[in-house]
């Protein structure tokens, strides 16, 4: 039982590029999330996602795509890579259940650390 | 939106010490989740919180939600090298299904 898996872990990228993160999770679990950490930053939002083929906007979703294809997995796109997004990259997945049981405990992949020259 | 704030940002302690992070809403949340992120790790849940007034505890580690369920402890008693970390909380709104980070307190323990 893996958990949450991301690849690649890390990248390097020139100014205008564009790449793809995966995230895959084995738990099937119905939400998705993709969050950026920067020093001081805390945890932010991009994207999310309630279920297979649907996405919604998170905190910072601009200069990102994503897309629910399967409900195990959940991408996320650069189409032209800016300094501003280096970082590390988590994915999240949850569950959707009663509050009392603990929705929304969310399970974090390793991370991407992605680097923009 | 709704802003979740946590001081101190950096705590530096010597090992035996206790530690306290706080976490502030700016709205009323219907629970309160905890997790810790090891240096070069990923976030791990350590706990949630629902209902108001909510004590829990793990071994050394303190964790309360205020009475009006806008604001949360984490307390570490005798804190070990072991501890070493960032401290999350996170928030989630009656109104949302998404979850609101703080930005975190990042604790140092001195051996």
């Known amino acids: 039982n893996a958990g949450v898996t991301q690849t690649p872990k890390f990248r390097v990228l020139k100014t205008g590029q564009s790449m793809t993160l995966l995230c895959a999770q084995d738990m099937n679990h119905e939400y998705m999330y993709w969050y950026r950490q920067d020093p001081g930053m805390g945890l932010r939002l991009i994207h999310y996602s309630v279920g297979e083929g649907t996405t919604a906007k998170g905190e910072v979703p601009d200069g990102y795509n994503v897309s629910r294809l399967k409900k195990q997995n959940f991408l996320l796109g650069l189409e032209s890579a800016a300094p501003s997004q280096t970082s590390v990259y988590f994915c999240?997945?949850?569950?959707?259940?009663?509050?009392?049981?603990?929705?929304?405990?969310?399970?974090f992949g390793a991370g991407s650390r992605l680097t923009v020259l | 939106g709704q802003q979740v704030m946590q001081i101190p940002q950096y705590q530096h302690v010597q090992e035996g010490e206790d530690f306290t992070t706080y976490c502030n809403s700016s709205?009323?949340?219907?629970?309160i989740q905890w997790y810790k992120q090891r240096p070069g790790g990923h976030p791990v849940f350590l706990i949630q919180?629902?209902?108001?007034?909510e004590v829990k505890k793990q071994k050394r580690l303190t964790f309360q939600f205020g009475e009006a369920k806008k604001n949360s402890s984490l307390h570490i008693t005798a804190t070990q090298t072991t501890d070493v970390g960032t401290y999350f909380c996170?928030?989630?709104?009656?109104?949302?299904?998404?979850?609101?980070f703080g930005g975190g307190t990042r604790l140092m323990v001195k051996p």
């Open positions: 996170a928030g989630l709104t009656n109104a949302g299904n998404m979850l609101t």
């Open positions: 919180l629902v209902k108001s007034g």
């Open positions: 709205t009323t949340l219907s629970n």
């Open positions: 999240a997945s949850s569950y959707v259940r009663p509050l009392a049981s603990g929705a929304n405990v969310l399970t």
